[in-house]
């Protein structure tokens, strides 16, 4: 594995559907441009995790800053972070 990859941003962009016209202005086309514009503003960061070969994924809002959502959540990231933990050291099932 490269442990010196590194990560870019991509350009955003705007896409129509077929069919669809900028000088029509109706209902559906601010409708449908509201969207795109809502679904531009997220973009997706993806961060190496505390373990080797483990990374986290985070949808961030681009105005705000804010993680709007992360994957794995923030608890079992302090899991991982825990020297004592071990997988399936949560729960025993032995019997």
Do not use: C
């Amino acid at each position: 594995m490269n442990n010196n990859a590194a990560i870019a941003t991509v350009a955003a962009s705007t896409v129509q559907p077929v069919g669809a016209s900028a000088s029509s202005g109706g209902f559906s086309d601010s409708r449908l441009q509201q969207e795109a514009d809502e679904a531009a503003r997220y973009r997706l960061v993806i961060e190496e995790g505390p373990s080797a070969g483990s990374f986290i994924y985070k949808t961030m809002d681009r105005v705000t800053g804010e993680v709007v959502r992360q994957l794995p959540r923030e608890q079992v990231v302090d899991l991982m972070r825990d020297q004592s933990y071990h997988s399936g050291a949560v729960i025993d099932t032995r019997a």
